[in-house]
């Protein structure tokens, strides 16, 4: 077949990956340079300081070092075409180091105005930070002989930027033909092959991958405990807590108290704290030897746990479980989203806000994420019951257990309602007391019977990612007490009444219903088909929920209470003989209030909300679409 001829301006794609016509198998896309979550060093998917070693064709150099940076080969490109070459890089009496950089760092300077970055008194990472803000296009690198923070830097050789805007690179050397300094010109490397993939010419398998932190790459020495691979903690306590603080990559292995670290440090360059601690060879070899670390002490044997006492419950029992929870998580997120509304604080914080609207609104944001996880806690559940070969559930629980019945309630935030959130998210000490508890009793059913759960597998990892939000929301619950301590709850909580019974506070909340019913429609198939949906209910259930929000914080902001009223299909009975799941009655029941919602929303133009209702209108439309999709179109 004949090539034919491509249309002007037509993009092709230069990666093998994008080249398909399917999916493939394998790596991500975030595996990709351009798509990896760069945070450079080391970075999650690549130490971006590896790829960058390549910053200049035909050089490779070392930034991962206290003294400057290193060139460390010349591998042909325009470093060997200036006349650099393998001998001069080679000396160990005078190993190369580059000295300075010129090139454009921002889009907004002229070629005349790239400024000249002396490297000297830098160490390596320094350097790499100036080699990342190089954009594409030439650039100029002065290398001269030992590190650039003895060097003479930049002012060897004169105006570089001239050299590089020249191209007139070149290598100067004595009368015995020893390297003496030189200016290499030439554009920033690109990194990619004609295939748009990483140059396997330049980088070895394995390379940018090294220095990630891990006990096997020597990186994890210089990983601080906060940062994102904190499996190595900085500073724990003897197994017996005698010795309070202790330095975790101590070689002497014995409890010994740890030093202050900012007077250690300033006695020595490299600091006495750091020169008692295992080396990068010494991770390497002898990373076995640290020890495990639980609740910030060093333990000191690797003894198999006693074993679990908990009793499996009976497949019937779990089912039941997860029924009952599914309603328990969607009683939680109620209470919390009218938490959320009974907070004054604005739907987002204006430019200038006040120490207490700042506050009150870091609060309030808190209190609306652990409501999102319910959500999503929820979802999760519904698809453990799906797993199971159960029907979708979407009640609500009228009491909570928690060290006794709490009744479900529309409660402002006040103190004791804040506390029990506290109490309800609390870690629990006991398997199967309170919600956390029934998690972890079924978590251990699921992994000890896996003859009755065939399913085991995918189950126990939804149950085990809805017990690890639950200790981030009874510490997202302390930071909001953290956020309200130094003010009353007369300065923080809004008024919320029924309203004034004006046409507005009635269209208001008869929308607000609506939306809510429209949800917990739209859900039903949304959980129910899961992935094969292919996104479009769960983005339509996605957009409900915002516009639900934004209209009960328009409520909350007149001073008027959301009133999440269930829809009577979800609280009467089903039919003798029938359910909801069965006949469609759920979504059918979503598309009829999307239905109403359009009429109710044209109400809201009168009283200045015509963007509101606009954006609504249309959110309002693509569900009832995709809700009657679902429904075959023939079934309402």
């Known amino acids: 077949m004949p090539d034919l001829p491509s249309p002007e301006g037509k993009l092709f794609p230069r990666n093998l990956t994008a080249r398909a016509d399917y999916v493939v198998r394998g790596n991500p896309a975030g595996t990709r340079p351009e798509s990896g979550v760069d945070n450079c060093f080391p970075g999650l998917e690549f130490d971006q300081r590896n790829l960058d070693k390549a910053f200049f064709p035909g050089l490779s150099v070392d930034f991962q070092r206290g003294s400057g940076c290193r060139v460390v080969a010349v591998t042909g490109g325009a470093a060997a075409a200036h006349g650099l070459n393998a001998a001069d890089v080679d000396d160990p009496d005078s190993p190369l180091y580059i000295w300075a950089l010129c090139g454009r760092t921002t889009v907004d300077q002229t070629e005349s105005q790239a400024p000249v970055i002396d490297c000297s008194g830098l160490d390596g990472l320094d350097v790499w930070r100036r080699v990342h803000d190089l954009l594409p296009g ?108 202790m330095n ?247 008024d919320l009444g029924p309203g004034d019974g004006s046409a507005l506070h009635t269209q208001l909340l008869e929308l607000g219903d609506l939306y809510y019913a429209m949800l917990l429609g739209a859900l039903q198939p949304t959980f129910a088909l899961g992935d094969s949906a292919g996104g479009v209910l769960i983005e339509q259930s996605r957009r409900t929920m915002a516009n639900l929000h934004e209209v009960n914080h328009m409520l909350a902001a007149r001073g008027v209470a959301p009133r999440f009223t269930l829809p009577a299909w979800l609280v009467e009975p089903a039919p003798a003989g029938g359910s909801p799941l069965a006949d469609g009655q759920l979504t059918r029941a979503a598309a009829l209030a999307a239905i109403q919602a359009h009429v109710a929303l044209f109400g809201l133009v009168a009283a200045g909300e015509r963007r509101v209702v606009v954006r609504h209108f249309r959110d309002t439309e693509a569900l009832l679409g995709a809700l009657t999709m679902h429904d075959g179109g023939g079934n309402g």
């Open 248 to 494: 975790f990559l101590r070689r002497d292995r014995t409890p010994v108290p740890d030093l202050d670290t900012d007077a250690a440090d300033a006695a020595s360059p490299r600091g006495v704290r750091t020169g008692l601690e295992f080396t990068y060879p010494g991770l390497i070899s002898d990373w076995n030897v640290l020890p495990v670390v639980l609740n910030d002490r060093e333990g000191d044997t690797k003894g198999v746990p006693a074993p679990s006492t908990v009793e499996p419950l009976s497949r019937a029992v779990v089912i039941k479980r997860l029924k009952t929870l599914a309603t328990v998580e969607h009683a939680l997120c109620v209470e919390y989203l009218f938490a959320h509304y009974s907070l004054n604080a604005p739907m987002r914080l204006p430019a200038n806000p006040s120490d207490l609207t700042r506050k009150v609104y870091a609060a309030a944001q808190e209190v609306f994420a652990v409501a999102v996880d319910e959500m999503r806690h929820l979802r999760w559940v519904n698809e453990a019951l799906g797993t199971l070969g159960e029907p979708v559930v979407l009640g609500r629980a009228s009491t909570i257990d928690r060290d006794g019945a709490h009744d479900f309630a529309l409660r402002p935030l006040d103190d004791a309602q804040l506390q029990w959130f506290i109490d309800v998210e609390a870690p629990s000490q006991q398997v199967d007391t309170g919600v956390d508890g029934m998690y972890v009793q079924l978590h251990e059913t699921l992994v000890k019977r896996p003859d009755l759960f065939p399913e085991s597998e995918r189950l126990a990892h939804l149950i085990k990612l809805i017990i690890d939000e639950g200790g981030d929301h009874f510490n997202r619950f302390t930071a909001v007490k953290g956020h309200l301590a130094e003010f009353t709850t007369s300065q923080y909580l809004r």
């Open 138 to 245: 030439r650039i100029a690198v002065l290398v001269g002989p030992g590190p650039g923070r003895w060097s003479e830097g930049a002012l060897a050789v004169g105006d570089i930027n001239v050299l590089r805007r020249n191209d007139a690179g070149f290598v100067r050397r004595g009368p015995n033909g020893g390297f003496k300094v030189a200016v290499l010109v030439a554009d920033r490397a690109r990194y990619l092959d004609p295939d748009g993939v990483i140059d396997p010419d330049v980088y070895q398998p394995g390379d940018l991958t090294r220095s990630l932190c891990a006990p096997w790459q020597y990186d994890f020495r210089d990983c601080g405990c906060f940062y994102w691979a904190a499996s190595k903690p900085d500073v724990t306590s003897s197994s017996d807590g005698s010795v309070p603080q």
